[in-house]
């Protein structure tokens, strides 16, 4: 504690004063009395020619004294220092999966962050960027402390990795409107590196074992359902658990495991129920990180499609077709294509209807020049062009072919080009009133994809696109990703039920949007509304892979790792007068009271 008038102590002086007052003796008053006989033995211990009495106990000398002691202090101007930052800081706090460990960390973290801002002077500014998947800044630089605590405060772990790359080089971007210094958070020790700027490195938590449940996936044949399951363990030293596997939320089975450092474990598990719809796998043992201990899957039935096909003998599309488990093949007149009609996928080879079917999704190839429902022109040589995808349809996996020639199409307003080779569109790829429509420019015939191994697999995947429970079942969903989902052809609402129970509508209008929403990991419902009924489709969401789940690090160190504390602090002073006058205008009326009642 500091004094800025120190001279005020002085005034302590007075307190032998007020002593001295309660010790001198009471001047007496003579009455007359009748008789002194009863005042002998009081008279006989008094000693009446000594100036001094014994000090008593008296609440006015013992709030006098304190008045003067308080009174003296405020007088004498005290202040305590304080460190505070003068400067700008720039706090960039790791909110990725690895801070949900059951060891605080994010607590820890965020605590630290909220202590710098709290330690800033009046001229200092903070600003806060959350470390994760996709970082962004919380909070611009500003200096109203209020403000920056309850944007950490809100602050909360998300279920996905961090993107120490993509955080640097926001933080870079943000440095450069001042020269803050830049604080880390976090309880990794990988690099994070700011071009030409020092980073502070705060790292919270401690090195911890872990084991997590990597991937969940089912396989039917028939009436058969088996679940394969894989664990793997991030730790230095053996670790045991139990595996439980649930069937439609009951317990089906619990496998005893055992895996050695760094192992990868295959557990697999038969019999299961043919009717069984979800699958959750569940580590019994809680360890350092609770989020990887499951892992979840769907059951889906084998059901096969009515699909037409119109096709002057293409013998690819023919055979391919035919062998796929999700089509239930119908072959159809080239010469009498609008007459069709109750089938869910209809295909179009070389020829066209005069308008779309409003039954069912629609796969074109080849479409004829001067067809009534898409301008087409003569084909043109792409031979001499890289294809290229486009657009944000996922429709053409990676898959390596060469295309001759293709028509010369324009692309409607509600498609969008998948594939281009140079400024000619190959693959167009869209939704009109809840109906899938994807059109491939080309004849198959002048390309080499059905030669390649992959084109049944290709075709499968692209039948399985227009049926929602099939391109659910042939991908694994992540979280963060954003899904997109397959309507039925006569779906007049998409809704998905979330593992919280929340209600994401996707559609109307059509096109259906993405799920966005998909950042917990569990199982989620498709909901489509037809005329009579309600479509339910489940599909799981799980973690990244061991993305986040190996919780040990280099240094065992905790706390500032790369200096002892950040720099860039000044002294700030905290003045206590006020404090004191309160306590003081207390004490006299707590005197004025007692002297009152006497």
Same mark, same amino acid.
Not at 135 to 156: M, Q
Not at 219 to 244: D, H, K, M, P, Y
Not at 555 to 568: D, K, R
Not at 569 to 582: K, N, R, V
């Given at each position: 504690?500091?004094?800025?008038?120190?001279?005020?102590?002085?005034?302590?002086?007075?307190?032998?004063?007020?002593?001295?007052?309660?010790?001198?003796?009471?001047?007496?008053?003579?009455?007359?009395?009748?008789?002194?006989? @009863?005042?002998?033995?009081?008279?006989?211990?008094?000693?009446?020619?000594?100036?001094?009495?014994?000090?008593?106990?008296?609440?006015?000398?013992?709030?006098? @004294?304190?008045?003067?002691?308080?009174?003296?202090?405020?007088?004498?101007?005290?202040?305590?220092?304080?460190?505070?930052?003068?400067?700008?800081?720039?706090?960039?706090?790791?909110?990725?999966?690895?801070?949900?460990?059951?060891?605080?960390?994010?607590?820890?973290?965020?605590?630290?962050?909220?202590?710098?801002?709290?330690?800033?002077?009046?001229?200092?500014?903070? #600003?806060?960027?959350?470390?994760?998947?996709?970082?962004?800044?919380? $909070?611009?630089?500003?200096?109203?402390?209020?403000?920056?605590?309850?944007?950490?405060?809100?602050?909360?772990?998300?279920?996905?990795?961090?993107?120490?790359?993509?955080?640097?080089?926001?933080?870079?971007?943000?440095?450069?409107?001042?020269?803050?210094?830049?604080?880390?958070?976090?309880? $990794?020790?990988?690099?994070?590196?700011?071009?030409?700027?020092?980073?502070?490195?705060?790292?919270?938590?401690?090195? #911890?074992?872990?084991?997590?449940?990597?991937?969940?996936?089912?396989?039917?044949?028939? &009436?058969?359902?088996?679940?394969?399951?894989?664990?793997?363990?991030?730790?230095?030293?053996?670790?045991?658990?139990?595996?439980?596997?649930?069937?439609?939320?009951?317990?089906?089975?619990?496998? !005893?495991?055992?895996?050695?450092?760094?192992?990868?474990?295959?557990?697999?598990?038969? !019999?299961?129920?043919?009717?069984?719809?979800?699958?959750?796998?569940?580590?019994?043992?809680?360890?350092?990180?609770?989020?990887?201990?499951?892992?979840?899957?769907?059951?889906?039935? &084998?059901?096969?499609?009515?699909?037409?096909?119109?096709?002057?003998?293409?013998?690819?599309? &023919?055979?391919?077709?035919?062998?796929?488990?999700?089509?239930?093949?119908?072959?159809?007149?080239?010469?009498?294509? $609008?007459?069709?009609?109750?089938?869910?996928?209809?295909?179009?080879?070389?020829?066209?209807?005069?308008?779309?079917? &409003?039954?069912?999704?629609?796969?074109?190839?080849?479409?004829?020049?001067?067809?009534? @429902?898409?301008?087409?022109?003569?084909?043109?040589?792409?031979?001499?062009?890289?294809?290229?995808?486009?657009?944000?349809?996922?429709?053409?996996?990676?898959?390596?072919?060469?295309?001759?020639?293709?028509?010369?199409?324009?692309?409607?307003?509600?498609?969008?080009?998948?594939?281009?080779?140079?400024?000619?569109?190959?693959?167009?790829?869209?939704?009109?009133?809840?109906?899938?429509?994807?059109?491939?420019?080309?004849?198959?015939?002048?390309?080499?994809?059905?030669?390649?191994?992959?084109?049944?697999?290709?075709?499968?995947?692209?039948?399985?696109?227009?049926?929602?429970?099939?391109?659910?079942?042939?991908?694994?969903?992540?979280?963060?990703?954003?899904?997109? =989902? #397959?309507?039925?052809?006569?779906?007049?609402?998409?809704?998905?039920?979330?593992?919280?129970?929340?209600?994401?509508?996707?559609?109307?209008?059509?096109?259906?949007?993405?799920?966005?929403?998909?950042?917990?990991?569990?199982?989620?419902?498709?909901?489509?509304?037809?005329?009579? $009924?309600?479509?339910?489709?489940?599909?799981?969401?799980? @973690?990244?892979?061991?993305?986040?789940?190996? =919780?040990?690090?280099?240094?065992?160190?905790?706390?500032?790792?790369?200096?002892?504390?950040?720099?860039?602090?000044?002294?700030?002073?905290?003045?206590?007068?006020?404090?004191? =006058?309160?306590?003081?205008?207390?004490?006299?009326?707590?005197?004025?009271?007692?002297?009152?009642?006497?």
């Amino acid at each position: 504690m500091n004094f800025a008038n120190p001279l005020a102590l002085w005034g302590l002086l007075s307190i032998p004063a007020i002593l001295a007052m309660y010790l001198l003796k009471q001047k007496y008053r003579d009455y007359p009395v009748p008789s002194l006989f @009863l005042w002998a033995a009081a008279l006989d211990r008094s000693d009446a020619a000594r100036p001094f009495q014994k000090l008593r106990r008296n609440t006015l000398l013992f709030l006098q @004294l304190i008045a003067v002691l308080l009174l003296c202090g405020a007088l004498s101007g005290p202040y305590i220092t304080s460190a505070s930052r003068a400067g700008e800081i720039l706090l960039v706090l790791d909110c990725s999966l690895s801070m949900q460990a059951t060891d605080g960390r994010f607590a820890e973290a965020r605590n630290e962050a909220l202590r710098q801002v709290e330690r800033m002077g009046t001229q200092g500014k903070a #600003a806060v960027i959350v470390l994760g998947a996709e970082p962004y800044v919380a $909070s611009g630089f500003t200096s109203d402390k209020a403000s920056l605590s309850a944007r950490i405060n809100a602050l909360t772990p998300s279920n996905r990795p961090a993107d120490m790359d993509a955080a640097a080089a926001l933080a870079q971007a943000v440095a450069a409107q001042g020269n803050p210094e830049i604080i880390l958070l976090t309880d $990794s020790d990988t690099a994070f590196e700011v071009p030409g700027r020092a980073v502070t490195r705060f790292l919270a938590g401690q090195n #911890a074992d872990n084991t997590a449940v990597t991937r969940v996936s089912t396989r039917r044949e028939g &009436e058969r359902i088996t679940c394969l399951v894989q664990v793997q363990s991030f730790s230095a030293v053996n670790i045991s658990n139990s595996l439980a596997l649930y069937t439609d939320d009951k317990l089906f089975s619990i496998t !005893n495991i055992t895996l050695a450092p760094g192992e990868e474990l295959d557990v697999y598990i038969d !019999n299961i129920p043919a009717d069984t719809q979800t699958l959750v796998a569940r580590l019994t043992e809680p360890d350092a990180l609770e989020a990887d201990n499951e892992g979840y899957a769907c059951v889906y039935p &084998e059901t096969a499609r009515r699909t037409i096909l119109f096709t002057n003998r293409n013998v690819f599309l &023919e055979n391919v077709l035919a062998i796929l488990p999700n089509v239930e093949l119908y072959t159809g007149d080239p010469a009498n294509v $609008s007459a069709a009609s109750g089938y869910y996928l209809y295909v179009y080879d070389g020829v066209l209807p005069d308008a779309l079917p &409003e039954d069912g999704h629609v796969l074109i190839f080849n479409p004829p020049v001067g067809n009534a @429902l898409f301008e087409t022109s003569a084909a043109v040589v792409v031979s001499g062009f890289a294809l290229s995808p486009a657009g944000t349809s996922d429709i053409m996996p990676d898959v390596d072919f060469a295309v001759l020639k293709a028509k010369s199409l324009t692309t409607p307003d509600w498609m969008e080009a998948a594939l281009t080779a140079g400024d000619v569109p190959l693959v167009l790829a869209g939704q009109q009133e809840g109906r899938q429509v994807v059109i491939f420019a080309f004849d198959l015939h002048d390309t080499d994809l059905p030669l390649r191994k992959e084109f049944p697999i290709f075709m499968y995947d692209l039948c399985s696109r227009f049926m929602p429970a099939e391109a659910l079942a042939a991908r694994e969903l992540y979280v963060g990703e954003v899904i997109a =989902l #397959a309507p039925e052809p006569d779906a007049m609402d998409m809704a998905v039920l979330q593992p919280d129970g929340t209600n994401v509508k996707l559609a109307p209008p059509f096109p259906a949007l993405p799920l966005s929403t998909a950042n917990k990991p569990g199982l989620y419902t498709l909901l489509q509304t037809r005329a009579d $009924s309600v479509a339910r489709t489940l599909f799981a969401v799980n @973690l990244l892979p061991g993305a986040d789940s190996d =919780l040990r690090r280099t240094s065992t160190a905790s706390g500032y790792v790369t200096e002892t504390a950040p720099s860039a602090y000044t002294e700030g002073s905290i003045d206590l007068t006020p404090y004191i =006058l309160a306590v003081l205008l207390l004490c006299l009326l707590v005197e004025w009271w007692v002297y009152s009642k006497r």
